[in-house]
Nanobody
Framework: QVQLVEVGGGLVQAGASLRLSCVAY????????LTWFRRTPGMPNELVAR???????YHANSVKGRFTITRDNARNTVYLQMNNLKPEDTAVYTC?????????WGKGAQVTVYA
């Protein structure tokens, strides 16, 4: 059983940067596609960014040019570098790992951006 733990959330002013990390315990992430979602109250989960096994990346239009997803398989970690943060980026950010057989979720990290 793989456990995903998000680290790096916080409270920042608009324009600042944060880096979220999602570390996997209990298994390797090599064969997983990795995704960052975010959730705000009353809204559905938004897919923020995704990176597949080969390293191909997708970023939502709302974060393109500001956020970057990367992975370090040696460290069993996926990152989300968030630059030029805006108040509308305020959300709980959750990482997920999936392959053809299983889908794992972290518990989330709060990111709050004030104007």
């Amino acid at each position: 059983q793989v456990q995903l733990v998000e680290v790096g959330g916080g409270l920042v002013q608009a324009g600042a940067s944060l880096r979220l990390s999602c570390v996997a315990y209990g298994g390797a992430l090599t064969d997983f596609a990795l995704t960052w979602f975010r959730r705000t109250p009353g809204m559905p989960n938004e897919l923020v960014a995704r990176i597949n096994k080969a390293g191909a990346k997708y970023h939502a239009n709302s974060v393109k040019g500001r956020f970057t997803i990367t992975r370090d398989n040696a460290r069993n970690t996926v990152y989300l570098q968030m630059n030029n943060l805006k108040p509308e980026d305020t959300a709980v950010y959750t990482c997920a790992a999936e392959n053809d057989e299983v889908h794992y979720w972290g518990k989330g990290a709060q990111v709050t951006v004030y104007a």
